[in-house]
T-cell receptor, first 107, second 113 residues
Framework: DAKTTQPTSMDCAEGRAANLPCNHSTISGNEYVYWYRQIHSQGPQYIIHGLKNNETNEMASLIITEDRKSSTLILPHATLRDTAVYYCITSYDKVIFGPGTSLSVIP | DVKVTQSSRYLVKRTGEKVFLECVQDMDHENMFWYRQDPGLGLRLIYFSYDVKMKEKGDIPEGYSVSREKKERFSLILESASTNQTSMYLC????????????FGQGTRLTVV
């Protein structure tokens, strides 16, 4: 599985868009980009994933660059409940976690 | 909704005891995983299984074994618990193939005294 690099922490004002970047320059052609988040004391929760195209669901949008070497998770209107650790993972089958980005949404 | 259920939320065991952590999923998923999570070290993969009676080592298998006799159940076994195995243990399951997400249980916080 390819290695990912994310900022250690980020802040975002409540109601604003949170843009979380991820670098995955060694991603292989059959690996998907997945995003999970973990709210304190809970198990990780799936957010979104994609292969080449940008994706959107009720939680977030995923923007993948054309060369697939990086991606951005967008939470369009961050709320206090979005405060969590966000993990970017490139995976073919098993899920290997890096340290993630600790996002703090500030009132 | 997919449900991944771990048998205990909190567990306290003594050093040297044999400990079983049980995980059950209700969506007929082929893949199942065991992780441990420690402050500053993140989530680390212990073992995973692609099918019944199949198992593969993850990044930190030492001191652990697993059992998957039925598709829905994946057990993590600490043969002789030690204090350095005090941790949060998380189970997950997913369908086979690359285009599927993993579903996680709520975790078992194990304390070995």
């Amino acid at each position: 599985d390819a290695k990912t690099t994310q900022p250690t922490s980020m802040d975002c004002a409540e109601g604003r868009a949170a843009n979380l970047p991820c670098n995955h320059s060694t991603i292989s052609g059959n690996e998907y980009v997945y995003w999970y988040r973990q709210i304190h004391s809970q198990g990780p929760q799936y957010i979104i994933h994609g292969l080449k195209n940008n994706e959107t669901n009720e939680m977030a949008s995923l923007i993948i660059t054309e060369d697939r070497k990086s991606s951005t998770l967008i939470l369009p209107h961050a709320t206090l409940r979005d405060t969590a650790v966000y993990y970017c993972i490139t995976s073919y089958d098993k899920v290997i976690f890096g340290p993630g980005t600790s996002l703090s949404v500030i009132p | 909704d997919v449900k991944v259920t771990q048998s205990s939320r909190y567990l306290v065991k003594r050093t040297g005891e044999k400990v079983f952590l049980e995980c059950v999923q209700d969506m007929d998923h082929e893949n199942m995983f065991w992780y441990r999570q420690d402050p500053g070290l993140g989530l680390r993969l212990i073992y995973f299984s692609y099918d019944v009676k199949m198992k593969e080592k993850g990044d930190i298998p030492e001191g652990y074994s697993v059992s998957r006799e039925k598709k829905e159940r994946f057990s993590l076994i600490l043969e002789s618990a030690s204090t350095n195995q005090t941790s949060m243990y998380l189970c997950a399951s997913s369908e086979a193939g690359p285009n599927t997400e993993a579903f996680f249980g709520q975790g078992t916080r194990l304390t070995v005294v």
